[in-house]
């Protein structure tokens, strides 16, 4: 069978990550889902780091390229920094800049692979091997879960504006507290399970909210210390993170600057 890869992006935000290492379901031991999978850190550009226990402490040490990486992993990255993953033969994932991330399972029983990933804030790029077996992948943002079975597209989850996702080829199954839908190539939806043709005369549309998006204090930080000279804003009723130069100037409404 001819090795066709399929590729989505997804930038979200504000996924509580910290709770990666417990993601399995309730009641049903890991053992059962199958032997975990080798999770291989294949290149680091910039500031990279994960969250490890050293003398009964947390504390974030860098993350080197060749290092394999075990399920309950937290990963953060600096702005201009970026950290490819490869998850054996199933699927590459990229971590862009400015990302905090978590991989809460990846497990292979037989020919299945499953794998479970969360974001408190970022951007990653992934591409899943569709001639290499059947995989069970799936996102986890803060207003719904995106399941991605013979699926592309592009998905997105920001503190301002909620979810938005638009299908490319295949189908996105969609399930959230309000109940599931399916998106298909060329449709859209958000995190209320808007119907496409609704969503299409209001795409230009914005909403105010948290104009952090739910980065704490200490991340702002953290980023502001590996931002090589670039700020970290969020437009007031706009598309969310945006990166730009700190004498860049708005042309309307409000910009919320970190340096």
Not at 7 to 34: E, R, S, Y
Not at 99 to 125: C, E, H
């Amino acid at each position: 069978m001819r090795d066709t890869p399929r590729t989505f992006f997804c930038l979200v935000i504000l996924f509580p990550v910290a709770t990666a290492a417990g993601a399995g379901t309730a009641g049903t031991p890991m053992a059962q889902d199958g032997q975990a999978g080798a999770v291989t850190v294949v290149e680091v550009v910039g500031q990279a780091e994960r969250l490890v226990l050293a003398d009964g402490k947390e504390t974030w040490r860098a993350v080197q390229a060749g290092e394999t990486l075990p399920e309950g992993t937290i990963l953060r990255t600096g702005i201009r920094a970026k950290l490819v993953l490869r998850f054996e033969d199933r699927n590459d994932v990229i971590v862009h800049g400015a990302t905090k991330m978590g991989i809460a399972r990846f497990r292979k029983r037989g020919d299945l692979a499953t794998t479970r990933l969360g974001l408190k804030y970022g951007t990653l790029s992934m591409t899943i091997h569709r001639g290499r077996g059947p995989s069970d992948f799936e996102l986890s943002v803060p207003v719904a879960v995106l399941s991605v079975r013979g699926t592309s597209g592009q998905a997105s989850f920001h503190g301002d504006t909620g979810l938005h996702l638009t299908g490319q080829t295949g189908t996105w199954h969609v399930r959230t507290g309000g109940g599931t839908q399916n998106v298909q190539a060329g449709e859209t939806t958000d995190g209320a399970l808007t119907p496409s043709i609704l969503l299409a005369g209001r795409q230009r549309d914005t909403q105010r909210g948290d104009t952090a998006g739910g980065v704490t204090g200490q991340e702002q930080d953290w980023l502001r210390n590996h931002g090589s000279g670039l700020g970290l804003a969020w437009f007031l009723g706009g598309f969310g993170p945006t990166l730009f130069a700190p004498s860049e100037q708005s042309s309307g409404g409000k910009f919320i600057v970190e340096r």
